[in-house]
């Protein structure tokens, strides 16, 4: 395996940070010092002014393969994933067939090992996604699934949730949530407000949201279980998490890029690129979960990167699908909330890689299969996962530079600040001034 030496770089620890060199050889890290003598035949990369720390850990990316792969491959994915320094993605399971059982978990898990990048499984909640009955937890466990959802939905009868809850303990597993009552959500398109009202179009409230993060909480308090909220969109959902883990619930909890970005007034175009479930909020929740991202509240910043063909895509706001790519823009986007000039690197890291290595038990520490570690120290032995973001260039998000196989990102022409340059996942340069390699 090839030997790199990244040179000068801000080092993001997880408390700290500082400047110095970092020598990689054969898939670890094999040095840390301010200063390192180029070995023989290692590939120098001048990092000056740029952080450098573990790789990106994606716990929510929507890869479509098997049965949407004209929207995405777990290749192209995974592709464009290291491109947004992700060296690790955790596949959701609305896929078609859901990944519901053992072989469709196997199949993502073999193709995944092909890509750049390492690809975790979350698996259904319960089969089909139905809602219903649950699929096999035990079996999924054992091939080392971590997190189960039923995201697209979230699982609606409570007395499901609760006996899910129940088998997950014993495994040490976690059940994701897509927080949405179906019943006060249904045939709505956007944030249910003012603004729905004057456009004409049906609103999905954020009560339909907040109701099941409330239920949630209380099942997580009678079950003793372990639960994630995925994109949380709501200044009152950031409330009831941040209550519930003050008394010591079981609850972790993720944002997206777009809802920390975007707000609802981006829908009055009518373009459905803006369209997404949760669905883009007011512009005070957006200040809220902003302000909730800075004081350390949320685990993880979650891309729900969610390809769509554009035949799809292009239909009028209402009738088509909900969802965003996010995989390219996730890290800059995120540099933007945290508020670039004040942007802490060692917060960066810990929302980006840390927090959502922890969650998804990808850590050196943790039990994983056929996976390496994520989310590390930078320490002498660690598996080599790293990204370097540079916090000083200007660029603009174009369609057309999407590594992704769908082009419905909504950030076309955006002014943006700060950008991963380097990726080096399974110890392998993958990714260098933003180009593959
Ligand atoms: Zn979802």
Known sequence: MTTYLLRHGLLVGPDS???GDLLISDGRIAEVAASINAPAGATVIDVEGRWVGPGFVDLHTHLREPGQEAAETIESGAVAGAVG???????MPNTEPALDNVALVSYVLDQGARTPVDVAVAGAITQGREGRHLAPLAEMAALGVRIFTDDGTGVQDPSVMRRALDYARPLRVRLAQHCEDEALAAGGSMNEG????RLGLVGRPALAEELMVMRDIE????TGGAVHFLHLSTSRSVALVSAARSEGLDVTCEVTPHHLTLDETFCAGFDAQFKV???LRTSSDVMALRQALRQGLFDAVATDHAPHSPELKDRAFDEAPAGMLGLEHAATLTYQALGTDECDPVKFYSVLSRGPARVAQLRASDQRIRLGAH???LRVGEDANIT???????????REDLHSRARNTPYDGRQLRGRVTTTIAKGQLVVHEGGLQ
């Open 277 to 279: 479930h949760p669905p």
């Open 17 to 19: 940070t500082r400047v």
């Open 194 to 197: 003012v603004l729905s009202s």
């Open 375 to 377: 989310g590390g120290d």
């Open 388 to 398: 370097v973001f540079d916090p000083r260039v200007e660029w603009t998000a174009r």
């Open 219 to 222: 099942l997580v308090r009678l």
């Open 85 to 91: 320094g992700y060296c690790a993605l955790v596949a």
